[in-house]
């Protein structure tokens, strides 16, 4: 076999680290039993209370607890009157969800090229897109925060998707507090785990209303069109206990951050980290190659470190558009690395060996 070529032998893969882990344990286990053994598992004050963990949080006067982020972006969306005749600005180097929140809602997807050697659109370039769209959904992009002061200067109205950023400062101000709406995702894979789950908050308090009236379409004295998009309380024990270990999580996924920066420096990759004075929540570790990640990808699975690219497609491409040429460079360069509050100092240091081995078959330049 080729020293530089990808290795595709599965014998020699042992142990596998999996590219995201949930961590739960004893106090999510304890949480899931107490619903199942209350014999009430739809929404019920579980989901109240954590509406209310939520919103104390974010420092606004409520939340509306969905059934997954995506309904939450959906309902924050038509919450702000962005459907039909509406343009909203969003990146195209990002999870597809957003892309389907916004047509579901019959609003107008404008997409965003990221900036030169970046992995979010910059709002000062916002002009070159044409027209000022209504809105803009902010991603906070893996776990870092962006500057949404900035953004609030070129667009009326901002949605913060903080799916993967919960627990990020930006300046010591947490995500999700400058938009006009915040949505979380406890999706199986996020920061916190409730196998499925979203919520919206809102300082607007009509917002939140409007919000609270679209989930639930039983019960109206007034015809309106209106969704199931309600989260049980089965969900929302497993998300408050989970929330409960956030700090513990941040801390943890710090640690791992540290580990890896100067290992993968000094092998040739280019860690991105959060702007000088913001704190990252780590939800992916991403690094610049200086080549198209194909083969590396293909190594690292096969050695059993399950490595991705941080989006399957980008939206540019899933929607036929003219191709953005820095989100296409970031697609092709960019590798999302494991790490996750269960993920070992042994998982981690076999992460960084199989990297290694990687530069040594010229995998990485």
């Not at 739960?24 to 963990?53: C, F, K, M, N, T």
């Not at 000094?266 to 913001?278: A, E, F, V």
Request: hydrophobic share 40%; glycine share 8%.
């Amino acid at each position: 076999m080729r020293k530089d070529s990808p290795v595709s032998d599965s014998s020699l893969i042992s142990d596998i680290v999996p590219h995201s882990r949930p961590t739960l344990g004893d106090i999510e286990e304890a949480a899931v039993l107490r619903i199942l053994r209350s014999g009430h598992p739809g929404a019920g004050p579980d989901v109240i209370a954590l509406e209310d963990e939520i919103a104390a949080y974010l420092s606004h006067p409520g939340a509306i607890a969905t059934g997954s982020g995506s309904q939450a972006l959906l309902a924050a969306l038509m919450s702000l009157d962005l459907r039909a005749g509406k343009r909203v600005a969003i990146p195209a180097f990002t999870c597809s969800a957003v892309l389907h929140a916004v047509e579901w809602a019959g609003a107008e997807p404008v997409l965003l090229d990221v900036a030169e050697g970046a992995i979010a659109p910059d709002p000062a370039a916002m002009d070159s897109a044409g027209t000022l769209p209504d809105a803009a959904i902010i991603v906070h992009p893996w776990g870092l925060p962006l500057d949404t002061t900035a953004w609030k200067e070129v667009v009326p109205i901002m949605i913060e998707d903080c799916a993967q950023s919960i627990g990020a400062r930006r300046e010591s101000t947490p995500v999700g507090t400058t938009g006009d709406v915040a949505v979380l995702s406890f999706y199986a894979t996020k920061m916190l785990c409730a196998g499925e789950g979203g919520v919206l908050s809102a300082a607007d308090e009509a917002i939140i209303e409007r919000a609270g009236d679209l989930r639930d379409y039983d019960g109206k004295a007034e015809w309106a069109p209106r969704f199931n998009f309600k989260m049980s309380d089965l969900q929302a024990a497993l998300a408050i206990a989970q929330w409960s270990r956030l700090p513990e999580f941040l801390e943890r996924r710090a640690l791992l951050a540290d580990r890896y920066h100067e290992p993968f420096r000094s092998i040739g990759l280019t860690p991105i980290l959060p702007d000088p004075g913001s704190l990252g929540s780590w939800y992916r570790y991403l690094c610049w190659t200086q080549t198209d990640t194909a083969d590396l990808l293909q190594y690292c699975v096969s050695q059993g470190v399950h490595c991705r690219r941080p989006v399957p497609v980008t939206l540019d491409r899933l929607m036929g558009s003219d191709p953005l040429p820095n989100t296409r460079e970031a697609w092709h360069r960019v590798i999302s690395i494991p790490i996750y509050p269960s993920l070992t100092e042994d998982e981690q240091d076999r992460v960084i060996e199989v990297l290694g081995e990687a530069r040594e078959r010229g995998l990485i330049s």
